[in-house]
């Protein structure tokens, strides 16, 4: 992929995300994986998403340690296999942060697409690599960050689908939490079958960066 069409690609998903509300605050941020490089394109403290252009993008190393650059980085460099890092504050996940900010196995997507949710991060500044380690070493694609959302994925057009499907499961478990009723959880067993397809296309995704290629049959549900 041609750097012009890396920029045109990443605007569309910062303008799909702001769209829908996800990017609303400055303390959002989105990157790129630059595939066949130890790099990446950034932007973040924006007060008005929907404005974003070219000149707002950046590349940067992966090799930086410090802010929200560093907490990319590190994603990067301790999954091989993600290709985009959303941080976003959509408003199903602020309420869900109420409610420990763990979200349950409750539908099939959401085993399959973003594995099990494991842990917490504080903020970026408190957030070193062990324990963005220790979040992301089963292959799951998301942790809340405070009140905001850090989604990976393995294409920019996969982490899009994943801090949107997120999103979607986060409004209706807090809803279904307030009803008080009770809440049906996907079986222990389906939820392994699909942990291990999930790593298996992680696997391949890892593969494809380190040949400096773009994974390709990744971005459906």
Request: proline share 4%.
């Amino acid at each position: 992929m041609q750097p012009v069409q890396i920029e045109a690609q990443f605007l569309e998903g910062c303008r799909r995300l702001a769209g829908k509300g996800f990017f609303n605050t400055p303390g959002d941020s989105f990157s790129m994986r630059i595939a066949g490089s130890m790099g990446m394109i950034l932007t973040s403290g924006h007060k008005d998403w929907r404005k974003i252009a070219i000149g707002d993008l950046q590349k940067i190393s992966l090799s930086v340690h410090a802010g929200v650059d560093g907490l990319h980085a590190s994603i990067y460099r301790e999954r091989t296999d993600v290709g985009a890092v959303a941080i976003s504050s959509p408003k199903g996940v602020r309420l869900l942060a109420h409610y420990s900010g763990l979200l349950p196995p409750l539908f099939d997507e959401q085993v399959r697409h973003i594995g099990p949710s494991t842990g917490l991060l504080e903020s970026e500044e408190n957030a070193p690599t062990s324990q963005v380690r220790k979040i992301f070493r089963r292959g799951t694609n998301a942790a809340l960050l405070g009140q905001r959302l850090l989604c990976l994925g393995m294409t920019c057009e996969r982490v899009l689908l994943n801090t949107e499907l997120f999103e979607k499961c986060a409004q209706a478990y807090v809803i279904a939490k307030a009803s008080g009723n009770r809440i049906g959880l996907i079986p222990v067993w389906v939820r392994l079958i699909a942990n291990r397809r999930l790593l298996r296309d992680e696997r391949r995704a890892s593969a494809s960066y380190r040949k400096g290629l773009i994974p390709e049959g990744v971005n459906a549900y």
